[in-house]
């Protein structure tokens, strides 16, 4: 069974990579797509805690998938402060929004659609998600460098911690591995 099943995946990518389908990826979902021990379902949190947590639900999948940085101001404080994976950080919710359509130049199919872990305490909420997405344009640098597309779909497992004030993050900390995103991306070994 198991060799049939093999022979079968790799007929169908000969039979795409033949008919001119590109970017054919072996492995179709990451450890963090598809987790060998998923964690166990969310529990109900207290009232204010639930509300937070749904505001970031409506944030990840909707505003932020879709782009919608015009309802930032649901989720985010006007002078946010968000501490990013490499710990720098920016204040403002019109930085935040500048930073956040950087990541959509490169890969514009950008999508978080499931929160695995997702609980708080207090004024506290803590989040897991998997953002994926596909390196398929060119990736602006600072420098006025870019680097060319890899075509190459990633698929990177995050955190992001929020402090809450009156139903609004007023500090977000980001948390991936970027040395893995870098490998998913076709740019490290």
């Known amino acids: 069974m198991r060799t049939t099943v ?17 970017n054919v990826t072996v492995s179709a979902q990451t450890p963090a797509e598809r987790p060998q021990f998923p964690p166990p ?30 309802r930032l101001q649901e989720s985010h404080a006007q002078d946010i ?18 930073d956040l359509k950087m990541l959509f130049v490169y890969a514009p199919d950008i999508t978080i659609k499931v929160h695995p872990i997702r609980f708080g305490s207090g004024s506290w909420t803590a989040v897991t998600g998997v953002m ?21 779909r990633f698929a990177i497992g995050m955190a992001t911690i929020g402090h809450w004030v009156n139903g609004r993050m007023d500090h977000e900390w980001l948390f991936w591995d970027s040395g893995d995103f870098m490998k998913q991306l076709g740019l490290a070994k």
């Open 41 to 70: 379902k969310p529990e109900v949190q207290p009232p204010a805690v639930e509300a937070n947590l749904k505001t970031f639900d409506v944030l990840d999948f909707d505003v932020f998938s879709n782009q919608k940085w015009d």
């Open 6 to 22: 093999n022979r079968n995946f790799a007929l169908v990518a000969i039979s795409a990579i033949a008919l001119g389908v590109p």
């Open 132 to 152: 994926t997405g596909t390196f398929t344009r060119p990736m602006h640098l600072p420098d006025g460098t870019s680097i060319p597309p890899t075509g190459k």
């Open 81 to 98: 402060i968000v501490t990013w994976p490499d710990g720098h950080e920016t204040r403002g919710i019109a930085k935040h929004i500048e």
